[in-house]
């Protein structure tokens, strides 16, 4: 297939889903009469993304010989000297977003279809995901911020939708609402930064923004002192701290956990939580301008890296364990961006899409099998079931930890030795805090491997702690509460189409990091997608001098201490969940203050609730009362409707009714008339 980089093939790509997306989700539901079932709702979406995907290859092929595209689709509006435009820029790095988000899109297709089987709303879940697609797209091949604030918006409604799937559950609405008020932080700031561009530039296309780097790094912000490529950028990155879940804006990601399984691997693994990675790389040439920005960014991926993954360590649930290692992973990418290893972070996001999808889909396989129960200390010895799920969970955690030759180790290894190669401010700590966070993830990896594939069966029967979850998960108003293996049930591998994606995404969970990581890193494949200062910030300059191919790469790693780090992970999840598995309640005993504050999830929620939640809630108040009740109901309504009423109340006595009263009047406006008359136009008079 071959064919050049034209309007209407680019075109095409995001179109496909979107048509599929508006066929399901119109003629699909009651809002269209319900005119198609099931069956064809789920093809014209697979058929839509999957045109979707084959084009977005061609792409990818077209772009590697050589053949770039930026250009205009249509202009939407202008005003004055500014061009609002709708357009596309193809390059190395575009179209590897691209084909990595149809991929994992089309396997969540084809998964769903086993995962949501008979559940009500079936049509509206393919609709949702293939507008999402749709929503991705648009972002990752924008040319501008204006169609990337598009994406990024879109992105967000739709995850609102798909989170709050289930809207007959109260913790499902609770979860979709934060999602959307807590991304609306980071959207201010995300648009203040497009605002303060766009006022300095007079454009906001990136070319044109880009052109002005020089011009723009010696400017300051009007009436301060301050650097303006530092507020612009730090702007842009609270944008990204949002949407990719970034320390303290991470805490609506576990709770959209709520959402049926699809979107979590949709959502988590290659689109919204790493469309901020994919904008602070495509806007390297402004970020390479101020290092003050770069340490801010290595400073927060680093938190948002060791802490997040001490909270996956206590979680339960099994969907909320994957989900903090969603947020840890992310911390590891914002790291590679703030040591401007930009490169690295994009291939971390691509190897991760990958294992993390895996993950997630691997991890619906289990709550399919378990009749929709969740949590890990209801199960237990499933390797005997569900020998595939189980192959595909141990080949996601393997590339996770970073596995000598796995895709996540090369990815994962490459960032760490940036941040060692780095002397941005704040790289000791990150250096520290990746460290650790090697031997933290390996634990909560295999800590969910052993509890759910190995050990005693723990389903199948009653105990006190089975009723409390149950009995938790029915005051959250979970509809799914009820559901799991009755005594004496037992489990079963999932259908083939749930398992055949999780084996496809298993190929290059493991492969695709040997093949690639040479061009991405260390050739010229990203071109100028990318830019990074080398005189400045040399940390791509040396891991190419100090990288001699994967598989040198992967047999230093037996001398370094990462892998010791993650070998001391893997036991320590051994001794306490299969050969001890006393030792961990006896240490969380010994550690309960430490414990209850990562139960607590360090009260991050509760902060988030007083601060947002309720101070939203009092803005809101004070705008109702003293806005719209005194201001514009009490006084430009209701104020010019008492004036006038005030007014009639005393023009009304004119109106008497009787006749000698309108002839005195007449008489009395006679005489004011002619005595006028007569001061105007008879000068002896006056």
Same mark, same amino acid.
């Given at each position: 297939?071959?064919?050049?980089?034209?309007?209407?093939?680019?075109?095409?790509?995001?179109?496909?889903?979107?048509?599929?997306?508006?066929?399901?989700?119109?003629?699909?539901?009651?809002?269209?009469?319900?005119?198609?079932?099931?069956?064809?709702?789920?093809?014209?979406?697979?058929?839509?993304?999957?045109?979707?995907?084959?084009?977005?290859?061609?792409?990818?092929?077209?772009?590697?010989?050589?053949?770039?595209?930026?250009?205009?689709?249509?202009?939407?509006?202008?005003?004055?000297?500014?061009?609002?435009?709708?357009?596309?820029?193809?390059?190395?790095?575009?179209?590897?977003?691209?084909?990595?988000?149809?991929?994992?899109?089309?396997?969540?297709?084809?998964?769903?279809?086993?995962?949501?089987?008979?559940?009500?709303?079936?049509?509206?879940?393919?609709?949702?995901?293939?507008?999402?697609?749709?929503?991705?797209?648009?972002?990752?091949?924008?040319?501008?911020?204006?169609?990337?604030?598009?994406?990024?918006?879109?992105?967000?409604?739709?995850?609102?939708?798909?989170?709050?799937?289930?809207?007959?559950?109260?913790?499902?609405?609770?979860?979709?609402?934060?999602?959307?008020?807590?991304?609306?932080?980071?959207?201010?700031?995300?648009?203040?930064?497009?605002?303060?561009?766009?006022? $300095?530039?007079?454009?906001?296309?990136?070319?044109?923004?880009?052109?002005?780097?020089?011009?723009?790094?010696?400017?300051?912000?009007?009436?301060?002192?301050?650097?303006?490529?530092?507020?612009?950028?730090?702007?842009?990155?609270?944008?990204?701290?949002?949407?990719?879940?970034?320390?303290?804006?991470?805490?609506?990601?576990?709770?959209?956990?709520?959402?049926?399984?699809?979107?979590?691997?949709?959502?988590?693994?290659?689109?919204?939580?790493?469309?901020?990675?994919?904008?602070?790389?495509?806007?390297?040439?402004?970020?390479?301008?101020?290092?003050?920005?770069?340490?801010?960014?290595?400073?927060?991926?680093?938190?948002?890296?060791?802490?997040?993954?001490?909270?996956?360590?206590?979680?339960?649930?099994?969907?909320?364990?994957?989900?903090?290692?969603?947020? $840890?992973?992310?911390?590891?990418?914002?790291?590679?961006?703030?040591?401007?290893?930009?490169?690295?972070?994009?291939?971390?996001?691509?190897?991760?899409?990958?294992?993390?999808?895996?993950?997630?889909?691997?991890?619906?396989?289990?709550?399919?099998?378990?009749?929709?129960?969740?949590?890990?200390?209801?199960?237990?010895?499933?390797?005997?079931?569900?020998?595939?799920?189980?192959?595909?969970?141990?080949?996601?955690?393997? $590339?996770?930890?970073?596995?000598?030759?796995?895709?996540?180790?090369?990815?994962?290894?490459?960032?760490?030795?940036?941040?060692?190669?780095?002397?941005?401010?704040?790289?000791?700590?990150?250096?520290?805090?990746?460290?650790?966070?090697?031997?933290?993830?390996?634990?909560?990896?295999?800590?969910?491997?052993?509890?759910?594939?190995?050990?005693?069966?723990?389903?199948?029967?009653?105990?006190?702690?089975?009723?409390?979850?149950?009995?938790?998960?029915?005051?959250?108003?979970?509809?799914?509460?009820?559901?799991?293996?009755?005594?004496?049930?037992?489990?079963?591998? $999932?259908?083939?189409?749930?398992?055949?994606?999780?084996?496809?995404?298993?190929?290059?969970?493991?492969?695709?990091?040997?093949?690639?990581?040479?061009?991405?890193?260390?050739?010229?494949?990203?071109?100028?997608?990318?830019?990074?200062?080398?005189?400045?910030?040399?940390?791509?300059?040396?891991?190419?001098?100090?990288?001699?191919?994967?598989?040198?790469?992967?047999?230093?790693?037996?001398?370094?201490?990462?892998?010791?780090?993650?070998?001391?992970?893997?036991?320590?999840?051994?001794?306490?969940?299969?050969?001890?598995?006393?030792?961990?309640?006896?240490?969380?005993?010994?550690?309960?203050?430490?414990?209850?504050?990562?139960?607590?999830?360090?009260?991050?929620?509760?902060?988030?609730?007083?601060?947002?939640?309720?101070?939203?809630?009092?803005?809101?108040?004070?705008?109702?009362?003293?806005?719209?009740?005194?201001?514009?109901?009490?006084?430009?309504?209701?104020?010019?409707?008492?004036?006038?009423?005030?007014?009639?109340?005393?023009?009304?006595?004119?109106?008497?009714?009787?006749?000698?009263?309108?002839?005195?009047?007449?008489?009395?406006?006679?005489?004011?008339?002619?005595?006028?008359?007569?001061?105007?136009?008879?000068?002896?008079?006056?």
């Amino acid at each position: 297939m071959q064919l050049t980089l034209n309007i209407p093939v680019l075109c095409a790509i995001p179109l496909a889903p979107l048509v599929g997306s508006i066929i399901a989700g119109f003629f699909g539901t009651k809002l269209g009469g319900n005119r198609i079932g099931h069956g064809a709702s789920q093809f014209v979406t697979i058929l839509g993304v999957t045109i979707a995907f084959v084009l977005s290859c061609n792409v990818l092929v077209q772009v590697m010989d050589g053949f770039y595209f930026n250009g205009t689709v249509y202009r939407w509006m202008q005003l004055g000297e500014l061009n609002l435009d709708i357009g596309f820029l193809i390059d190395p790095l575009t179209a590897t977003m691209m084909c990595v988000v149809t991929f994992v899109s089309l396997m969540v297709h084809i998964y769903t279809i086993g995962y949501m089987h008979g559940e009500e709303g079936y049509n509206r879940f393919f609709s949702y995901i293939s507008l999402f697609t749709f929503a991705m797209l648009m972002l990752v091949m924008s040319n501008n911020l204006l169609q990337l604030f598009f994406g990024w918006e879109a992105v967000g409604v739709v995850s609102y939708l798909l989170i709050g799937f289930y809207f007959e559950r109260q913790s499902a609405v609770f979860a979709n609402m934060k999602a959307f008020l807590v991304n609306r932080v980071g959207d201010f700031g995300f648009i203040l930064g497009i605002g303060i561009l766009l006022a $300095s530039t007079g454009s906001m296309q990136y070319d044109v923004i880009f052109s002005q780097n020089s011009v723009l790094a010696a400017q300051t912000l009007p009436g301060t002192n301050w650097n303006l490529m530092t507020v612009a950028c730090i702007c842009l990155f609270i944008g990204a701290m949002g949407k990719s879940a970034q320390f303290p804006l991470h805490v609506w990601l576990p709770d959209s956990m709520e959402g049926p399984t699809p979107i979590s691997a949709l959502i988590h693994a290659a689109t919204m939580v790493t469309s901020g990675i994919f904008m602070v790389s495509r806007m390297s040439p402004l970020f390479e301008l101020s290092d003050a920005t770069l340490s801010f960014i290595l400073v927060i991926g680093s938190i948002t890296a060791l802490f997040m993954g001490f909270l996956g360590i206590v979680q339960n649930d099994i969907k909320r364990v994957v989900a903090y290692s969603t947020l $840890s992973q992310l911390g590891y990418m914002t790291v590679a961006l703030g040591v401007s290893a930009y490169p690295v972070a994009i291939f971390h996001l691509m190897t991760h899409a990958f294992f993390k999808a895996l993950l997630f889909l691997a991890s619906g396989s289990v709550i399919l099998s378990m009749h929709h129960e969740q949590d890990m200390r209801k199960m237990g010895g499933l390797w005997k079931y569900m020998p595939i799920t189980c192959l595909m969970m141990l080949l996601g955690n393997l $590339s996770l930890v970073g596995t000598p030759f796995f895709s996540g180790f090369y990815s994962k290894d490459s960032i760490i030795e940036a941040i060692a190669a780095s002397h941005i401010p704040g790289s000791v700590f990150a250096y520290f805090a990746v460290m650790a966070s090697v031997f933290v993830t390996a634990l909560y990896s295999f800590r969910l491997y052993f509890y759910v594939f190995h050990g005693k069966a723990r389903w199948g029967h009653d105990d006190a702690r089975a009723h409390d979850h149950h009995h938790e998960h029915a005051e959250q108003g979970d509809d799914h509460a009820h559901h799991r293996l009755a005594p004496g049930q037992k489990p079963h591998e $999932s259908p083939f189409v749930v398992t055949l994606p999780l084996i496809l995404l298993a190929i290059p969970s493991v492969i695709i990091g040997f093949y690639t990581i040479s061009p991405l890193l260390f050739g010229t494949y990203f071109g100028d997608s990318i830019f990074i200062d080398l005189a400045r910030h040399p940390v791509m300059q040396e891991l190419e001098d100090e990288c001699h191919g994967p598989v040198a790469m992967a047999m230093h790693a037996f001398t370094s201490p990462v892998l010791l780090l993650v070998v001391l992970g893997v036991l320590t999840a051994a001794i306490g969940y299969l050969w001890a598995p006393k030792l961990p309640g006896k240490v969380a005993q010994a550690f309960a203050p430490i414990k209850k504050l990562f139960d607590n999830k360090y009260y991050l929620d509760e902060i988030n609730q007083a601060v947002f939640a309720k101070g939203l809630i009092w803005i809101g108040s004070f705008l109702w009362h003293r806005g719209d009740q005194k201001v514009i109901d009490g006084f430009f309504v209701n104020g010019s409707a008492h004036t006038v009423g005030r007014f009639a109340g005393v023009i009304r006595h004119l109106q008497s009714g009787y006749l000698y009263h309108y002839a005195f009047a007449m008489i009395v406006g006679l005489a004011v008339l002619l005595a006028w008359v007569l001061y105007a136009y008879l000068p002896f008079v006056r």
